[in-house]
């Protein structure tokens, strides 16, 4: 074969070649989106981790997925941290159950930050792991292990996570089964999950206190509201991620058992990979703490309702400005709360904020949770079948009733998309 045959041979091949790759369907574009999250916060001391559970020990927590996929991240937080975080070795695997620190040994995976095992996390931070293969279920169970030598100056973590979490000795990032761990219900150091999803897909955060974070859900039963959102977005064929960004305790203004909404709203709402939409359910701790600790003065209670508005306005403004829709959420009744004892003058202020919640157009739409739960014969109070018992926290069917009233017609799309992003 001369020189001409042997470039007209390389030619013809590079052309069949590059031909054939034209007809080839090009793979989907993705993105991140976050299918798992917690809000973080300073644990109280009596939530705490011991000093002894984070030395040469490893921290073994089930988080429950809202997406499925075949590829997925996971965020490690120093957030409150006053020193860098070490991790020497962190892996995830499908949890064999909720509840139980047995993972199915095929599908464990090393975690990796930048192709290495461990990895410190600077004082305020947090940090992406590589990306990792692992083929999961929506609702699926992750197991993701954190192994450390020594304990953080300062722990950040999550105390309400109504999910158990294991604690053992040595390094068992890899350990299949755990005959001995200790088990806390507390998440540290976990920011979120995210997987690679197709471009047309979103997330929604829910925000808000102690109601949102799932006080009257079961531990390990993955139904705390905004689960069961997630349920019923695939049931009804519009899968969403979900993140539940509760605090319980939270409050809109003042910072409370963790950061005030006002300071967490970039980090725990704004921050989340492919988030569109928000669901914010905040405000009785405001409107209960003025009336067991303060005043309920008229011009004290005035202001109160004033700055929450403020700030509703100041929460919407910055979440359209990042292409997020905001869905308000009425605050329920509390009416029966032995540790607010409310009085008329702080019902009236619930009832005067919901309508303004319901009826001032500064959201993109409208979660009517107090419609939901209230009595109707006694509207200052939870219905009883719906009530935790406390008067304040609403039960199982309560957390059912609420994630049945979020419209999900407002989670088809958000006007305020593409604004703000690059």
């Not at 981790?49 to 996971?74: F, I, K, Y």
């Not at 975690?111 to 699926?140: C, K, N, Q, W």
């Not at 069961?228 to 064929?237: H, I, N, Q, V, Y």
Request: glycine share 12%; proline share 7%; with cysteine.
């Amino acid at each position: 074969m001369n020189n001409f045959s042997r470039m007209l041979a390389v030619w013809l091949g590079l052309a069949l070649a590059t031909g054939l790759a034209a007809g080839a369907p090009a793979p989907a574009p993705t993105h991140w989106v976050a299918s798992w999250g917690a809000a973080q916060q300073v644990p109280e001391p009596h939530n705490e981790l011991p000093p002894q559970s984070w030395q040469d020990a490893t921290l073994r927590q089930l988080v429950h997925t809202s997406l499925g996929g075949e590829r997925l991240r996971v965020r490690i937080s120093n957030a409150f941290g006053t020193e860098p975080l070490a991790v020497d070795a962190a892996g995830i695997a499908l949890a064999r159950a909720a509840g139980d620190p047995a993972v199915d040994a095929t599908s464990a995976r090393p975690l990796t930050f930048d192709g290495r095992a461990a990895v410190t996390i600077p004082a305020g931070a947090e940090y992406y792991s590589d990306p990792v293969t692992m083929a999961h279920a929506p609702g699926a169970d992750l197991a993701i292990s954190l192994y450390f030598k020594a304990p953080p100056a300062r722990q950040t973590g999550h105390p309400g996570s109504r999910a158990t979490s294991f604690v053992g000795g040595g390094n068992r990032v890899g350990a299949a089964t755990w005959d001995d761990a200790t088990s806390v219900e507390h998440w540290y150091a976990l920011a979120d999950v995210e997987v690679a999803a197709p471009s047309a897909m979103r997330a929604v955060v829910a925000v808000g206190d102690s109601i949102t974070d799932g006080n009257g859900a079961t531990t390990d039963g993955n139904d705390r509201w905004p689960d069961l959102l997630a349920r019923r977005l695939r049931a009804a064929g519009r899968p969403m991620g979900v993140v539940n960004a509760g605090i319980g305790g939270g409050r809109m203004l003042r910072d409370g058992l963790g950061p005030n909404l006002a300071a967490r709203f970039e980090r725990d709402v704004l921050g989340r990979a492919g988030v569109s939409h928000a669901i914010v359910l905040i405000g009785v701790n405001d409107l209960g703490n003025l009336h067991r600790n303060v005043s309920d003065d008229p011009a004290v209670r005035a202001q109160l309702l004033a700055d929450l508005r403020l700030a509703f306005r100041q929460l919407v403004e910055r979440a359209h400005g990042r292409g997020v829709c905001v869905i308000g959420g009425t605050i329920a009744p509390y009416g029966g709360s032995d540790y607010y004892k409310p009085g008329p003058v702080n019902e009236a202020d619930r009832r005067q904020l919901n309508e303004w919640i319901r009826t001032s157009g500064t959201f993109d739409a409208v979660a009517d949770f107090d419609a939901a739960l209230r009595d109707p014969a006694a509207p200052h109070l939870l219905r009883k079948d719906l009530d935790k018992g406390d008067g304040l926290h609403p039960s199982a069917a309560g957390l059912r009733a609420l994630a049945a009233v979020v419209p999900l017609d407002a989670l088809r799309g958000c006007r305020h998309a593409g604004r703000g992003r690059p």
